[in-house]
């Protein structure tokens, strides 16, 4: 496993387990309690995924049973756009708190860059500097609107989570990012299964040179560009074959055939839709 270092100085794991869409109480839990026994210690939920109860147990758990220390791991959690603004943010982190059981959060996100970000960011830059947070970022910010708030904040963002993966590389985010010493993260690091990734003739041209798979490659793609990567399964074999990236790497000219793959857009979700906007801001997590 490699770290990441935020720029308030606390260390990252680069790799992660996410659990969106992974509602079942129980199978959340244990899904959590295998990927750690498999060694992720990065653990990615949020407050509209309707599981942070089931990751804190099974983090409870985990801890409880000897498996890992508490500063070992590293959890992470995301206000929904219904918790922004000053006095939401802080309702918002609290159920957060709540849900999951725990003495602190490592990383905080605000979910979307819809509805009053920055009264929500001066909340968390509050419980921040409180320590409640060990670090505070942002998630689905476009460079645009990621350069306008970085701008503008007090606190820059530690991290901002988007959609990346071979086929929507988002260069010019990463460069952004860099500029303002934010860490990218990688929801999608699969792209969902979409474009035939676990098949694809390159990514399994590739893989056959290392012994590792088309989502292997993939995934050791997103690590070797400094982006930190959340996949996620709840099948404990997949969970360990997507944390086997860490005994090869991948040359130039591997790294130039993956970005050959890049269509410059997503097919998974497009922000830019009023639609889609839309949709968002009427949702609102239990």
């Not at 708190?97 to 605000?110: A, N, P, Q, R």
């Not at 929507?168 to 500029?179: P, V």
């Not at 050791?220 to 997949?238: C, D, F, M, T, Y």
């Amino acid at each position: 496993m490699e770290y990441t270092t935020l720029h308030n100085g606390i260390k990252m794991p680069l790799e992660g387990f996410g659990v969106f869409q992974v509602p079942d109480p129980a199978v959340c839990k244990q899904a959590v309690l295998d990927a750690i026994k498999s060694g992720y210690r990065l653990i990615d939920t949020a407050a509209i995924y309707m599981n942070e109860e089931a990751v804190g147990a099974a983090v409870r758990e985990a801890i409880e049973t000897g498996l890992v220390k508490r500063e070992e791991l590293f959890i992470t959690t995301k206000l929904w756009v219904s918790d922004f603004g000053e006095a939401e943010a802080k309702h918002g982190f609290e159920r957060c708190f709540k849900k999951l059981g725990l003495d602190y959060i490592d990383l905080l996100l605000l979910h979307q860059p819809y509805g009053d970000v920055y009264g929500a960011w001066r909340t968390m830059t509050e419980l921040y500097k409180a320590g409640k947070i060990r670090a505070i970022g942002v998630s689905n910010f476009n460079p645009a609107k990621f350069t306008e708030f970085a701008t503008l904040v007090e606190v820059k963002p530690m991290v901002n989570q988007i959609e990346l993966h071979p086929f929507f590389a988002q260069d010019d985010a990463l460069k952004i990012m860099k500029e303002y010493g934010c860490v990218p993260q990688a929801w999608g690091p699969l792209a969902e299964g979409k474009h035939g990734i676990f098949t694809h003739p390159v990514l399994s041209e590739i893989g056959s040179r290392y012994g590792k798979t088309a989502a292997q490659v993939a995934l050791k793609w997103n690590a070797q560009r400094g982006v930190s990567i959340l996949p996620k399964s709840v099948h404990r074999e997949r969970m360990e074959q997507n944390f086997d990236i860490w005994d090869f790497k991948l040359t130039d000219a591997d790294m130039a055939k993956i970005n050959s793959l890049d269509l410059g857009h997503s097919e998974i979700i497009d922000h830019n839709n009023p639609e889609v906007v839309k949709y968002i801001l009427s949702g609102k997590p239990e």
